[in-house]
């Protein structure tokens, strides 16, 4: 029997999702037994592949290399799941929204808050163009489901993927299974 073709993706965030997924400690040895890594930031895969069967993405979307590899990933993945509140809502990444673009944030940033050189970075290809609006994933690709927390706790990401492992609706119930922050 072939392995489920799982896959993590980390956008505008602070990566504590990635985290929390490492604290399922031990059962990522029954989790690896069972799928086949294939794109993640804790891997050093460079290119999202074809075929994926479950993808968890983490962080909203804020730049233009953020929009990129989403889209890439929902055209390539039978299951995305948004993981983590900054997928959900955008959550803390999206407090620059109020600026109203990514002018005045980069202004805000680079020059008014800057010590030394104050300079806004403008060198091709090494910083992605910010977008206007820190969204979350689903207002700009489909989502099949949600993972809320800041992050989700490991209990609660060991149960949606065992849920997904074993092929079923990806409902969690339960206060404590769909609580944010």
């Given at each position: ?17 990635h985290m929390?997924f ?11 037994a ?13 290119t ?7 993808c968890?993405v ?18 390539r ?19 620059r929204?109020?600026?109203?673009s990514?002018k ?11 010590d030394?050189q ?5 060198e ?5 163009p ?9 207002e ?5 489901a949600?993972?809320?927390g ?6 609660r ?13 990806l ?8 609580k944010?922050g």
């Amino acid at each position: 029997m072939d392995k489920i073709k799982l896959a993590t993706i980390w956008l505008g965030g602070c990566s504590g999702c990635h985290m929390s997924f490492l604290d399922l400690d031990e059962w990522l040895f029954d989790l690896a037994a069972q799928v086949d890594l294939v794109f993640s930031p804790i891997a050093d895969i460079k290119t999202y592949p074809e075929g994926v069967d479950i993808c968890l993405v983490e962080g909203s979307i804020a730049n233009e290399d953020n929009l990129e590899l989403v889209r890439q990933a929902r055209a390539r993945t039978k299951v995305l799941i948004s993981f983590g509140d900054c997928a959900v809502t955008a959550n803390v990444p999206a407090m620059r929204n109020p600026l109203g673009s990514a002018k005045p944030v980069l202004e805000r940033c680079y020059l008014e808050l800057g010590d030394v050189q104050t300079q806004i970075p403008h060198e091709p290809g090494i910083v992605p163009p910010l977008l206007d609006r820190v969204r979350p994933v689903h207002e700009l690709v489909p989502v099949d489901a949600y993972l809320p927390g800041c992050p989700p706790p490991a209990d609660r990401i060991r149960t949606f993927l065992e849920m997904a492992l074993r092929g079923e609706p990806l409902h969690l119930k339960g206060r404590e299974m769909l609580k944010f922050g």
